[in-house]
């Protein structure tokens, strides 16, 4: 069976993510799939809409094959780095899609997750979403357009969730801007003909009333009970900071971030942290993929990376031995030299 199963009811395309073992884990081989559908879906005038969804019950997609990534670590980094380049890329296409493109992030939706789904024109979470950027406990940082993403939430509530890499739910999911609307699973037949049932020349307003129709309230965002914290705490621009910032508050909340960070890559969160504040400035959802890729190939062939996989999902021993290990050993120096664009880019300079 194809790992993207593409398939057209009406006036409605859909692509099924069909590694439902794997929790629909992206490989180089879906990433080529989902931009060579798109290709053939966008100019037709038959459809009207494009529909994400993921097999299995488990989730629409729990981030980049990264077992691959490790299995691969002692080759050239070139394999890694177009993968990144091929996701970025298709990550900006859905960004712009021709077609409304409508993603339904039940489940596990993460890292390369998010970024086929929350720069979608249509973002639907469900009652079992669980919505992540976990990179910095594996020695990464948030890519695949979360430091375009994550700088435009309210306050410092992105800087917070790309940090730490707590799950969120469907109504803090809307709280962050990563999602639109809630709906129940149970719903989604129902939606699927209702978009299929859109008549030649709806428009995305026609699409939103079908969305809209089958939404239901998500209910109160449980993070924002803890919003005036998370700015206090994370709107220094050095990790240190943060840190010291936690120490000085009171309260569960405040502990188990601290303990959060304090289990993550100093490397990666260095570079999370700069990322944010860079992407916050930044004109285009391009230019924050330009920047992730350029941390990206810094890491790829660096230590933390391959030592986070090995202790989540490799040995899954939970315990990775960071190097360097302490926050102080990461200089900005390095991250800026980490960050630094080359000749090889994901996008031409002039796009």
């Known amino acids: 069976m194809s790992e993207v199963i593409v398939e057209q009811t009406?006036?409605?395309?859909?692509?099924?993510?069909?590694?439902?073992a794997a929790i629909n884990a992206l490989t180089h081989g879906m990433?080529?799939?989902?931009?060579?559908?798109?290709d053939r879906l966008e100019p037709d005038p038959d459809v009207a809409a494009i529909l994400l969804t993921g097999e299995g019950y488990r989730g629409l997609c729990a981030g980049g094959d990264i077992r691959g990534l490790y299995d691969a670590r002692h080759?050239?980094?070139?394999?890694?780095?177009?993968?990144?380049?091929?996701?970025y890329r298709l990550d900006a296409r859905i960004a712009r899609c021709a077609k409304p493109f409508i993603a339904l992030m039940d489940g596990l939706v993460m890292g390369g997750g998010i970024g086929i789904?929350?720069?979608?024109?249509?973002?639907?979470?469900?009652?079992?979403?669980?919505?992540?950027?976990?990179?910095?406990?594996?020695?990464?940082?948030?890519?695949?357009?979360?430091?375009?993403?994550?700088?435009?939430?309210?306050?410092?509530?992105?800087?917070?969730?790309?940090?730490?890499?707590?799950?969120?739910?469907?109504?803090d999911a809307m709280l962050m801007g990563f999602a639109d609307h809630h709906m129940p699973m149970a719903a989604l037949d129902d939606l699927v003909g209702s978009l299929a049932a859109l008549p030649a020349g709806a428009g995305p307003a026609d699409i939103a009333a079908a969305i809209a129709r089958h939404a239901t309230d998500a209910g109160p965002a449980p993070l924002a009970s803890n919003r005036a914290l998370i700015d206090r705490c994370f709107s220094p621009d050095r990790v240190e900071d943060i840190m010291a910032a936690l120490d000085r508050e009171a309260g569960a909340f405040a502990e188990q971030t601290r303990a959060d960070l304090a289990a993550k890559s100093p490397t990666a969160l260095k570079l999370a942290l700069r990322l944010a504040r860079l992407g916050k400035g930044v004109a285009r959802l391009e230019d924050a993929l330009e920047l992730e890729y350029a941390a990206a190939r810094t890491l790829v062939t660096g230590h933390d990376f391959y030592e986070g996989i090995r202790a989540a999902i490799i040995d899954k021993d939970r315990n990775p031995k960071w190097s360097p290990a302490t926050l102080a050993e990461v200089s900005d120096d390095w991250v800026a030299a980490a960050l630094h664009l080359t000749q090889d880019r994901v996008f031409p300079a002039t796009a």
Not at 31 to 38: F, S
Not at 75 to 87: M, Q, V
Not at 138 to 161: C, E, H, K, N, S
Request: aromatic share 6%.
């Open 10 to 20: 009406g006036r409605l395309a859909r692509l099924r993510l069909n590694r439902p």
């Open 31 to 38: 990433v080529h799939d989902l931009t060579a559908a798109l």
């Open 117 to 171: 789904s929350a720069h979608a024109a249509f973002r639907i979470a469900t009652e079992r979403s669980k919505i992540a950027l976990p990179e910095c406990g594996i020695g990464f940082v948030p890519d695949v357009g979360a430091t375009w993403l994550l700088p435009r939430a309210p306050g410092q509530l992105g800087t917070w969730m790309g940090m730490t890499g707590r799950i969120l739910g469907a109504a």
């Open 75 to 87: 080759s050239d980094p070139g394999p890694s780095l177009a993968f990144w380049r091929d996701e």
